[in-house]
């Protein structure tokens, strides 16, 4: 079964510098993988999505992430952090196919530092 | 834009009460999907739907039930609710997009928060 981990609960950064969130996937065949952000009271929306076109991929608020095969990773990075960058990221995987169902990790809290 | 509304931002039940969380998408999405989400679980899938009348479990479907009698509403039922279904409950929506069937975006509503008593 597919499955992907983030690890820690809640990151914290200083306005101004480099954002990095971690997302890790168990798989044997490279599936599709997204990023999903969830400011407070708000539902989730699709930061960007890895569908094997291009290994780098780049997403909404200068957001980016990088697939590597070889790690069977895709970090999610921001050059710069924002206060309004404050919210809880997920990292998610769906394997390839028909009617495949997506599976969430855990959740990060991102908390952005005056 | 893609709009995904549910019934009620909260809600406050009893325990054994039946419960009804509605969800509408106007975007002529095939799939629907219930979710609950959990601090430090993350998101769960609890039921999910790729036609009308058509369901299927999703991970955690136990306590629960849906309904999909038109395209653009899926309802999640709790028969009788309990303390433990206290929990945040998102739904979402997406295309079923064929032959890239697997890369399709879903959108979410803004979720309902349940307390069950």
């Known amino acids: 079964a597919q499955s992907v981990t983030q690890l820690g609960s809640h990151v914290s950064v200083s306005e101004g510098a480099l954002v990095l969130l971690r997302c890790n996937y168990s798989?044997?065949?490279?599936?599709?993988l997204f990023w999903y952000v969830q400011y407070p009271n708000q539902g989730l929306q699709l930061l960007l999505k890895?569908?094997?076109?291009?290994?780098l991929v780049k997403g909404i608020n200068g957001f980016e992430a990088e697939f590597k095969k070889s790690e069977t990773s895709f970090h999610l990075t921001k050059p710069s952090a924002h206060m309004s960058d404050a919210a809880e990221y997920f990292c998610?995987?769906?394997?390839?196919?028909?009617?495949?169902?997506?599976?969430f990790g855990k959740g990060i809290t991102l908390s952005v530092r005056p | 834009d893609v709009k995904v509304t549910q019934s009620s931002r909260y809600l406050v039940k009893r325990t054994g009460e039946k419960v009804f969380l509605e969800c509408v998408q106007d975007?002529?999405?095939?799939?629907m999907f219930w979710y609950r989400q959990d601090p430090g679980l993350g998101l769960r899938l609890i039921y999910f739907?790729?036609?009308?009348?058509?369901?299927e479990k999703g991970d955690i479907p136990e306590g629960y039930s849906v309904s999909r009698e038109k395209k653009e509403r899926f309802s999640l039922i709790l028969e009788s609710a309990s303390t433990n279904q206290t929990s945040m409950y998102l739904c979402a929506s997406s295309f079923r997009a064929g032959v890239h069937s697997g890369v399709e975006t879903q959108y979410f509503g803004p979720g309902t928060r349940l307390l069950v008593l």
């Open positions: 890895y569908t094997s076109a291009a290994t």
């Open positions: 739907s790729y036609d009308v009348k058509m369901k």
């Open positions: 998610a995987v769906r394997p390839t196919g028909a009617n495949s169902k997506l599976t």
């Open positions: 975007m002529d999405h095939e799939n």
């Open positions: 798989s044997s065949v490279p599936p599709y």
